[in-house]
Every structure is written in structure tokens, then in C-alpha cells.
């Protein structure tokens, strides 16, 4: 565990401290009491489940959370009926919001069995005010809910729970505050997620990340260095810097820096083999960050670049400041400088308003550029954004069916792009054994395809040469070279 803290020499009778991270600390120390009682009771140590429901930066704040428990004492519960379960939500399409309501029926069963089960709910669904309405209403056998600002305070708003058996609720609006040097529990020991930056600024029309993830803040330069270096030093080989917009990294802070330059500082920090960045917003990639790109060895040769949409007429709708023009001569001033980068991207089908000619303009981009591949989302209304109001919603059936050309077509060309590499020698992170058969191991090349070959245990966290022997359309199967 990265960041963990000797909690027996913290003393807990006087006064919780004010200032953080401190404060936490005291409170985790007062929860370490509860399990160590707990314990003395029941003949074990009670048990935790994390469940991770959104992106990559709602994983990374998972894995803060695990790490607060596992320092308190609880252990990793093989499934969800553990004596603490955490939801950690995601709310960027309404579908994930019925997902969440589903899966606490089923919780309940559960808690119904294990009366002393909590329950907590977190993340950015927690956000959105008559989601808390209606927990508070029909839900109320969940324990706890915060949401995405005050997370750190999570030691804190447990130890309320263990205490109290009515439900606990703490979302903030807002917050300008980043505390830093609480415990990490990291889902992989050999790569890790890095948070750069919270929040966003761009508004798209569509999107309610900007609501529930507040204003962008980008952490210190220095902090985000320290921390890789401690990463390293813990036998991590991979990160990926975190962030909405990475592209616009350091802009507000007090010593403004660029994104370009903290990566350039970032591959310097020796241990560290691959390093990973999401998101990029098209309007803000510069020069000097395809630059770093293309000098660095170690920075992956993988750009997630959202399209949203081909259209020009729509993306000023999605208020997202370039146009397909722009956005095809960005990808061609790419790859221009790194021949062999594989390009990645979000497309939005059904935006309001969104005519047939429109749709064409979304495919044409697709088969100019040729995404290695693309995620491909119907568009969800989501309460509070612009676009909620816009008129002309599209008829569901027109939606489905633009869907599913637009996915037809992306995963045409997603294989024949794979194919294009069938046959190289590349070096793959391995990541883990094959699920479906251990005599294979999993990983990851630069441009993040898996590929599946014959190894061990052993080679976890490793980076092997593999030749790519058999392209399966969206993997490979291949054979190390020794
Ligand atoms: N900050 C990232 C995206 C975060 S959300 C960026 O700007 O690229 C991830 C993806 O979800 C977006 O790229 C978009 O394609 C999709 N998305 C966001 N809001 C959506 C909505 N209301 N309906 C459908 N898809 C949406
Ligand atoms: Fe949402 Fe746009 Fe911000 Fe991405 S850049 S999180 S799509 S508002
Ligand atoms: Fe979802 Fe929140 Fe990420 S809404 S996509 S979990 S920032």
C-alpha cells in the first residue's frame, strides 16, 4: 500500500486536528478501534468490497477508498456482501444511473441476511441532488452518501457511520481543495492511474462531468513528481496521468506550467517504462506536447482524441471549439510526427438535432481518419446540461439505426488496422494470467491492444518482446522472443 500510515502512534482522546490530511488520520485511527473490537467479538476481521462503476478517474478514487480501509484494518471481501460495500458511481449516461438502482435491490438481500452490513454510495452520481432525494426517500437502508469533492474526508464520514445507525449524508456543491498523502491501495502493483488535474471547464452541452466534478483544478507539479517517484520506488512500471482535459494541465496554478512540460519531466523519473494520458481535448493539443510525444520512449504511442462528432454544424452545438476540419488536420500533424501512433476517440450518434447529412459527416470522418478504435455512444439527456432543452431530440429508432452503421463501420476498420500489425515484434506489458486459460498471460502493447501468449506468474509486471502471430480482430495471440 502506497501512503500507509502507522495508525497505534495516533492518539485519539483528545480533539480530532483541523487541518488535513491529519484530521483523517485521527479518524482512521478511531475506526482501526472499532475494527480491532469488532474483531475481538466476531473472530474476524470484517470485510470490504469497492465497487468501481465509472472512468478511469473514478477507479482511481476506488482505489483511495480501499486504501483508507485496508489501513483501517478491513479486508478485501471476495463479493458483494462484505460488511462495508461502496458503490462508486458514474452519472455520464442515464443508463449507468439504472444500473446503480438495480444493483442496490439486490445489495439489500444482502444487508437482510447481515443486519450490520453498511452500505455507502459515492461518486458522481451523488452529485445530482434528486438522485440524494430520491435515496433518502426509497433507499434508506443505504448508510452513507458523499460525492465526488469531499472524498478525502471518507475516514471521517465512517467513523460516523460505525457510530450512528441512521444514514449519513455529505455532498458538497463545490470545493478548491486537493489533499494530498492518504492511503493508496493500488489495484495492480505494476501500473498505476495519476491523478494531474480534477474537475472540468469546457462545458460541452451534453455533459454533466463539469456539473458533478466541479471546476478544473490541477494539482502541483511537484506533488504529481513526488508521487511517480514513490510509484517507481513501489515497483510500478506504468502510469497514466489523469485528468477531463490533460491538454489544459497547469494553466490556473500560481506558477503556470504546461502539460507538455510536466510529461517531459514526468519521463525522466527513472523506474518508470510507459507512460499513459487521458483525456486529451482536440482544441488544446499543442505542438509541443506532439513534441515530448514524439521524442519520448517511454510515452505510449496511443492518442485518445474524442471526435463527439464529424459534423461542424453539431460540434459548435456540443459547444466543443474545432471543427472537422480541424480535427482531421490535428490527426494528420499526429501521425505526420509519429508514424506509428494509434489513434483512439469517443463518438456521440443522436445528438439533438442531428440530421442524416450530419451523421454522414461523423462517418466520413471515420473513414478518413481510420480510429485503431472508437467508443461509440448513443446520446443520453442528461437533466441541467444545455443540450436537455435543445429542441429536436432524435426518434430512438433513427438513433438505434445510425448506431449501429456508425458501429458496423468502426469495427470494420478497428480490424483492418489491427491486421496492419499481425506479424511485428513488439514489447507487451504483461498485466496477468489469460482468465480464460492460465498457461496464457495478458498484456498490453505501447498503443494499448492485448495481446494473449504462453508465460507464468512470473512475467507479471514485466515488459516481454512478443511477436504478434494471430490477429483476432480486436487482439492478438503471439509468442515471446527471447
Ligand atoms: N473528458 C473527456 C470525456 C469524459 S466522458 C473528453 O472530453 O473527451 C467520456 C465520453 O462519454 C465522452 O467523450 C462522450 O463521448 C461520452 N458522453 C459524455 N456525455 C454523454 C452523453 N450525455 N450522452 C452520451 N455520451 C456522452
Ligand atoms: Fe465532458 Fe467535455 Fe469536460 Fe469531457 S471536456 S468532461 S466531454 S465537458
Ligand atoms: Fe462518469 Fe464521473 Fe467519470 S460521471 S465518466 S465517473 S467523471
Known sequence: MYNKIDLEIININGEPPKEEPARQYYYMAKCRQWVKSFEQKKGCLPRYCVVNMGCQMNARDSEKLSGILENIGYVKADGEDGDFVIYNTCTVRENANNKVYGRLGYLHGFKKKNPHMKIGLCGCMMQEPEVVKKLKKSYSFVDLIFGTHNIYKFAELLADVLETDSMVVDVWEETDKIVEELPVERKYS??????????????????????????????????????????????????????????????????????????????????????????SHPKDLSDELIEVMKNSPKVCRHLHLPLQSGSTRILKEMNRRYTKEQYLELVDKVRDAIEDISITTDIIVGFPGETEEDFLETMDVVRRVRFDSAFTFIY??????????????????????????????????????????????????????????????????????????????DMIGTIQNVRLTECKGFYYMGKVIS
Do not use: W
Open 190 to 279: 505494476f501500473k498505476s492511474g495519476v491523478n494531474i488535474m480534477f474537475g472540468c471547464d469546457n462545458f460541452c452541452s451534453y455533459c454533466i462531468v463539469p456539473y458533478v466534478r466541479g471546476r478544473e483544478r490541477s494539482r502541483n507539479p511537484k506533488d504529481i513528481l513526488e508521487e511517480i517517484k514513490k510509484l517507481a520506488e513501489d515497483g510500478v512500471v506504468e502510469i497514466m496521468l489523469l485528468g477531463q482535459n490533460v491538454n489544459s494541465y497547469g494553466k490556473n496554478l500560481e506558477e503556470p506550467i504546461s502539460f507538455a512540460r510536466l510529461l517531459g519531466e514526468v519521463q525522466n523519473i527513472q523506474g518508470i517504462e510507459r507512460i499513459r494520458f487521458m483525456t
Open 380 to 457: 443520453s439527456k442528461r437533466t441541467g446540461t444545455p443540450a436537455a432543452n435543445m429542441e429536436d431530440q432524435i426518434p430512438e429508432d433513427v438513433v438505434k439505426d445510425r448506431f449501429d452503421r456508425l458501429l458496423k463501420e468502426v469495427q470494420q476498420i478497428a480490424s483492418e488496422k489491427a491486421m496492419e500489425q499481425n506479424g511485428k515484434i513488439l514489447p507487451v506489458l504483461v498485466e496477468g494470467l489469460n482468465e480464460q486459460d492460465e498457461s496464457l498471460v495478458t498484456g498490453r502493447l505501447s498503443n494499448n491492444s492485448v495481446v494473449h501468449f504462453p508465460g507464468g506468474e
